[in-house]
């Protein structure tokens, strides 16, 4: 079971550094806009973050009405930048009732996170107007491939292929290079990513973590991400 106070905490401490170093997420918040078929009038935001996609959601369309839902509270204040007349709900996605009813709900690289993402769908279907349609990115079993090698750490990719009424689904592959593995340890930790569970670096196992990496990776220091795009409706 995911430990949502963790990632709640790791999320909350990295929000001033995630804007300079989710290059990955963007690109997914950018893709995630090109899905979107006609301009939408009433929007549900889940894992809003400190608004890259929000942003890019009001810059191009004429939104009548947007709420944005974040676990990390402290987000609001990023969202209220982009536009005051944003609804913001502090509140995890899981455990929220949505009471009214929108053409388009979307999510960036925040529904890994859920622990039954089909039946988490179900329920946000009931949220849908007519013609409404859940849109959203996440991340495939390549995902991190080389942190999951070294460490046997990594999230469950699995249950997209038990969603049901999949509209459209593309799937890249995307890889960083870093100078080091110490780079890439730091890299996840300024997006916040590393929040699968608690981990205390000793000297020694950032040692043999480095020389693992590596050995995996003799050429060049790489770190592998799946995006994954997904159109229900």
């Not at 301009?39 to 009405?65: A, H, M, N, Q, W």
């Not at 890249?172 to 916040?192: A, C, D, N, Q, Y």
């Not at 220091?221 to 799946?226: K, P, R």
């Amino acid at each position: 079971m995911l430990d949502k106070k963790l990632i709640k905490q790791r999320f909350k401490k990295n929000l001033k550094t995630y804007k300079d170093n989710c290059t990955v997420q963007n690109k997914m918040a950018e893709t995630l806009i090109e899905m979107i078929p006609k301009s939408p009038k009433f929007v549900l935001e889940l894992g809003s973050g400190c608004g890259i996609l929000t942003k890019k959601l009001v810059s191009k369309f004429d939104i009548e009405r947007y709420t944005a839902v974040d676990i990390v509270e402290e987000c609001e204040t990023y969202i209220k930048e982009i536009s005051p007349d944003i609804k913001f709900i502090p509140a995890d996605i899981e455990e929220y009732n949505f009471e009214e009813k929108y053409d388009l709900i979307i999510s960036n690289a925040t529904f890994q996170w859920i622990e039954n993402l089909p039946d988490f769908i179900e329920k946000l279907k009931q949220n849908l107007t007519d013609g409404g349609k859940i849109i959203f990115s996440s991340f495939g079993k390549e995902n991190f491939k080389e942190i999951k090698a070294v460490t046997d750490i990594g999230l469950n990719y699995n249950s997209i292929g038990e969603l049901k009424n999949i509209e459209r689904i593309k799937e890249e592959i995307l890889t960083l290079e870093f100078e080091s593995p110490k780079e890439v340890l730091r890299h996840l930790k300024l997006t916040g990513v590393n929040s699968i569970r608690e981990t205390h670096w000793t000297k020694s196992n950032l040692i043999e973590f480095e020389k693992q990496y590596k050995l995996l990776c003799p050429d060049k220091i790489i770190l592998t991400y799946n995006p994954v795009y997904i159109s229900i409706s």
